[in-house]
């Protein structure tokens, strides 16, 4: 008789993840980094088996690598999926997940207004080059998205966790009954929120992808992508994408984006506890025209974000609009930081800003961006494991410099 195997706590789990994995030559008490593009067996037939996959191995390291699988097996567990599979990016992991929901031409994807510029343009590119229809509606009226599907019968729904910029929560389970009654499944990137925040799988997604970029590496040192699902039959289109496109993920990144994950915990809570403290700091400053935080929404999202978020947590970005509504008062804003880091992404332990406007939605006209909300003053903020007081007195200064009269920086008075 097997004993049962001990659910750690979620802390517990990012820290040993890969660390059960049965390693040749012994036991390292670190993932090794297995930088071999190819694999030898003793005779034909056994490399003919493990190409066919009778037996476990690896050929070919864009069919797999020791690493990467580490990093997979620890993502699956971690996420609660069936199978998992990394590529080179996040990008190429949302593609991969898509391709997995077995779209053909006139497919319908029902999709967020509020994703990422990138997944947008991902879908209305190069999917919608071969005839596969995308349809953008607000997930945060569940009536106009239940409407919406009963009219199209999407093959696809698509969401964030925490959408990019405004920092809206989706209510998963919601979406999950939306998409499985009409027939759909349900993609939700997680990225923003990280596993430790939210397992979206357990509230019903059919697939989970994440930028490790982001969060899961959280050091701005390595770049990929991870595609979770729920159901094992997904595993053949997922690795087959991964072999075929060719998208695959460095054991170098996998070696550095595992480490991250082992400090995903207590990084996640100091960044949500950092994000809480600033919120509560800008809320009331006359500069700022609006924050968007999912700690300070109203009652209803509130109330969402306590379902779908870690209780007490509430994600590590703050998006703000400035009260001089204007890009020259957000470059100005921008100019003037000094610790806070210009920066094209997110997640990092340090802090980091990014304009939208100019940056993740610089692809989207600027009429839609205005339908979205999405105007020239606001800004996105990833904050760090700084000190809390640092971090405010830097984006305190840098907001006296954006303010209308303000000495540009370098200029003469």
Known sequence: MTEDKHEFDM???????????????????????YAAATYTYESMDQMDKVFSGELPGYVYTRHGN??????????????????????????????????????SPGSVVLASQDLYGATTNLLLTIFGAFGIKSVFVDFSDLESVRAKAVELKPRVLIAETISNPLLKVCDIDACAEIAHTAGARLIIDNTFASPYLCQPLKHGADLVVHSATKFLGGHADAMGGVAISRDEFDNPALTGVMKLVGGVLSPWEAHEILRGIKTLGVRMDRHCENAKALAAHLDSDARIGRVYFPGRAGEAESAIAARMLRPENFGALISIELKDNSRVAAFRFMDGLKLVVRST?????????????????????????????????????????????????????????AAPGAVASGSSA
Do not use: K, N, W
């Open 345 to 401: 992404s997110l997640g990092d332990v340090f802090t980091s800003a990014l304009h939208p406007a100019t940056a993740s939605h610089r692809d989207l006209s600027p009429a839609r961006r205005r339908e979205l909300g999405i105007s020239d003053a606001l800004i996105r903020i990833s904050v760090g494991i700084e000190s809390v007081r640092d971090i405010i007195a830097d984006i305190d200064q840098a907001l006296a410099a």
């Open 11 to 33: 802390l517990t789990e990012l820290v040993r993840s890969g660390s059960d994995q049965e390693l040749p030559a012994g036991q390292p008490t670190s993932t090794p980094i």
């Open 66 to 103: 020791p690493t990467v699988t580490i990093l997979e097996d620890a993502m699956r567990v971690i996420e609660s999926g069936a199978t998992a599979r990394a590529y080179g990016s996040g990008m190429a992991a949302l593609h991969a997940a898509l391709f997995a929901c077995e779209l």
